[in-house]
């Protein structure tokens, strides 16, 4: 911090010392007592804001922040896409603050395979081609760099965005691509489903006249 000594001198004419302090000392003062600030209450308030920008942008949000049994979680938000996916479920997303991540934040979100494809492809012995499904899962949303845990028959999508200079565009591309890397998943399975499936041909059965009664016409 800069100061200036001046000397002035009292009502008995003797000079004494007076310290001043510039206005960006000031500042500076300010900024420490920000960094004094328990990291628990800056992180609130910054899911909070958050939140409000969800909200605003027409999401559905709840906070669950109570209600998690995960450890480590500090503050979470459940979000429902405004469309639901091509299945016709609105799988949510969530919005995390963990104990273990001060600078950052965590929007995840959980695929699960419709059990009647696996259990179909399973039963096909595609196992090579299920495989296959997985490396194009990888190829397609990898650029848009969202993080990928496969537990089959769970896919766990992640991203982690780091709070400093975090302003509204950057948010909403980032859950953009959370919800597309989703759609894309979601229909990579569908196409393998029916890529896999025969096609059911119809027969038209004809009306055939027995011999009877053709009998019958030829004695006419």
């Given at each position: ?133 997985y490396i194009e899962i990888y190829r397609l ?47 990579k399975w569908d196409e393998k489903y029916y ?26």
């Amino acid at each position: 911090m800069s100061t200036s000594v001046e000397s002035k001198s009292d009502m008995y004419g003797d000079a004494k010392p007076v310290v001043t302090t510039s206005t960006s000392d000031t500042a500076n003062a300010k900024d420490s007592q920000a960094l004094k600030r328990p990291k628990m209450e800056i992180k609130r308030s910054r899911f909070e804001e958050i939140v409000n920008w969800l909200k605003q942008w027409g999401f559905k949000v709840t906070d669950k922040t109570k209600e998690t049994k995960i450890q480590g979680i500090e503050f979470q938000a459940e979000i429902l896409p405004q469309v639901p996916y091509s299945s016709g479920l609105s799988t949510p997303f969530y919005l995390e603050f963990q104990d273990d991540l001060d600078d950052g934040l965590i929007i995840r979100t959980t695929f699960e395979l419709d059990k009647n494809i696996e259990i179909y492809l399973n039963n096909q012995n595609r196992a090579r081609e299920i495989e296959l499904t997985y490396i194009e899962i990888y190829r397609l949303v990898l650029p848009l760099r969202i993080s990928i845990i496969r537990e089959h028959p769970f896919i766990k999508l992640f991203k982690i965005i780091f709070t400093q200079n975090l302003d509204k565009q950057l948010f909403f591309d980032s859950i953009t691509d959370l919800m597309n890397s989703m759609s894309i998943i979601i229909g990579k399975w569908d196409e393998k489903y029916y890529q896999s499936r025969p096609v059911e041909k119809k027969v038209n059965k004809e009306n055939k006249i027995t011999d009877f009664e053709l009998e019958k016409i030829l004695k006419k």
